[in-house]
């Protein structure tokens, strides 16, 4: 296995280990609830504050990675965030919930940026989509592992076990990795001369630079937009589920997870697909269409999800709309890497920032839309025509029109 290899199984597990994290809240949902007696406005905040917190801390810890290195910051993250998942199994009432969360999304803010710093230096440009693509299905994995895993420990243990038991995964993988990764100029002669980006050479961040690229808000918009549809399956699908659809807790257990396995699937399609399309018709092209088809298809299988009620049609359109959906991942990130040039870690964290920010906009939302009209499916609508809308400003996009490498 060569060293290159390494990193990415290292980061591949890191994304799965953070999407478990992230749907404990969700797929634990009937129980905390239950305990602390939260209404669906309350339970917008308990999601939303891990999402704005993201928001807000996402720029300075990818850009503290871009000039720190990524070692060391990822370390500090994957700690950070796993000391206030377990504080989140101690909490008694909506504020500490609340709080727990925010200080949580705080910790995690950065981890994909950094990821992506990481693929910017280990990676040649041409496999940046693939690696992203698997970076990105590990994640979904264990997305759709968290309702198969996580609702037995539940029904076993209680709610709170959960968030201890990922609490001590996560401080397991943060050691791991501080003992096991170095910085690509250590290693020079496993990854190659000619596709070494030094670490040694850190420059500071231009900022100027960065906010002044049309292409670079461009994303961030799009972003934003298709946001509310990622982030209404890590949020309230479940919720969706259980008390919208009638589906049972042990029914969601099973069912919740096919979605997650379809983007999995989706993520690795996608990242083949863009690095065969960026061959063929170029990066600009490629990027165009992968992202806006995929947008495109998911707001219309949304669109069908809010208005059938059989389970079987809806397990299928969500399986299918979120496969279809997550298929722009990989191609979305080589995006904006490509808009950041030696910068990618900051271009993508600030991309990030804004579907976090579309994310925290969606789960409160969600919850005031629900509690004034007591119905499930409107909200889901309002998802779908941002999704078409992403997919219109993802058409727009041009990679080759970002920073250049000094």
């Known amino acids: 296995m060569t060293r290159r290899t390494g990193v990415l199984i290292l980061l591949c597990s890191l994304s799965a280990i953070t999407f478990l994290d992230r749907l404990a809240i969700a797929v634990t949902e009937p129980g905390i609830r239950a305990d602390l007696r939260l209404g669906p406005d309350q339970w ?143 290693r020079a002669e496993e990854i190659g001369h000619d596709q070494l980006r030094d670490v040694a050479a850190r420059a500071e961040i231009p900022w100027r630079q960065l906010i002044s690229l049309p292409q670079l808000w461009l994303i961030m918009a799009a972003y934003f937009c298709y946001a509310w549809g990622s982030w209404f399956f890590f949020g309230w699908f479940t919720t969706w589920m259980v008390r919208g ?60 999800m809010s208005m059938v009620h059989g389970h079987v049609a809806i397990v299928a359109l969500a399986t299918a709309s979120f496969g279809v959906m997550d298929l722009m991942l990989p191609s979305a990130w080589a995006m904006c890497m490509g808009l950041g040039g030696r910068c990618g870690g900051t271009a993508t964290a600030m991309m990030n920032t804004a579907g976090n920010l579309g994310g925290w906009v969606c789960a409160l939302a969600f919850g005031y839309l629900v509690k004034e009209t007591d119905n499930y499916s409107r909200p889901l609508q309002l998802i779908a025509v941002m999704v078409l809308v992403a997919a219109f400003l993802f058409a727009r996009v041009n990679c080759s029109q970002g920073l250049r490498d000094a």
Not at 135 to 147: E, N
Not at 262 to 282: C, F, H, K, T
């Open 44 to 186: 917008g905040w308990v999601l939303g504050a891990y999402v704005l917190a993201n928001a807000l801390f996402e720029i300075p810890s990818g850009a503290r990675g871009d000039r720190r290195g990524q070692r060391s910051e990822l370390t500090r993250i994957v700690t950070w965030w796993s000391g206030f998942t377990v504080a989140t199994g101690w909490c008694r009432n909506f504020v500490q919930m609340v709080g727990a969360r925010f200080l949580f999304g705080l910790g995690t803010a950065g981890a994909y940026p950094n990821a992506s710093g990481v693929i910017a230096r280990w990676f040649p440009e041409q496999e940046h989509a693939r690696a992203q693509g698997a970076v990105w299905a590990a994640g979904r994995l264990g997305a759709a592992l968290a309702p198969l895993l996580l609702v037995p420990l539940e029904r076993v243990f209680g709610w709170r076990a959960v968030f201890w038991v990922m609490g001590v995964i996560g401080v397991a993988w943060a050691i791991v990795w501080w003992m096991s990764f170095r910085p690509p100029h250590e």
């Open 245 to 304: 659809e009638g589906f049972t807790v042990e029914q969601m257990g099973i069912f919740a997870s096919f979605p997650f396995l379809m983007a999995m699937l989706g993520n690795i399609v996608g990242g083949w697909l863009s690095r065969n399309l960026v061959l063929r018709v170029g990066a600009i092209k490629a990027y165009r269409w992968v992202t806006a088809g995929s947008l495109a298809v998911g707001a219309a299988l949304l669109t069908a």
